[in-house]
């Protein structure tokens, strides 16, 4: 019976869809950046995060190659 009850929970968490039946001319679809953008700020710190040790591992890559090219 947990479950059950569970369920309803779980399914008010979940982001409701965009409806296809508005019209475009009231409010044009999201673009990909747009959605984008907002999910970065939702999840600030991971996002920085995962930025930050993007960047340090290209700089690591590139030093290591300029390194042993010369």
């Known amino acids: 019976m947990s479950n ?3 369920t309803p929970q779980a399914a008010s ?3 409701e869809p ?3 039946s508005t019209p475009a ?6 673009s990909y ?6 999910n970065m700020v939702r999840k600030g710190g991971t996002s920085l995060k995962h930025f930050a ?5 290209l700089v690591a890559l590139l030093i290591g190659l ?3 090219t010369r």
Do not use: D, F, N
């Open 4 to 6: 059950s009850s569970s």
């Open 13 to 15: 968490q979940t982001p």
């Open 18 to 20: 965009i409806s296809e």
């Open 25 to 30: 001319s009231t409010e044009p679809q999201a």
């Open 33 to 38: 950046v747009k959605l984008a953008m907002r």
């Open 53 to 57: 040790l993007s960047t340090i591992g």
């Open 66 to 68: 300029s390194y042993l």
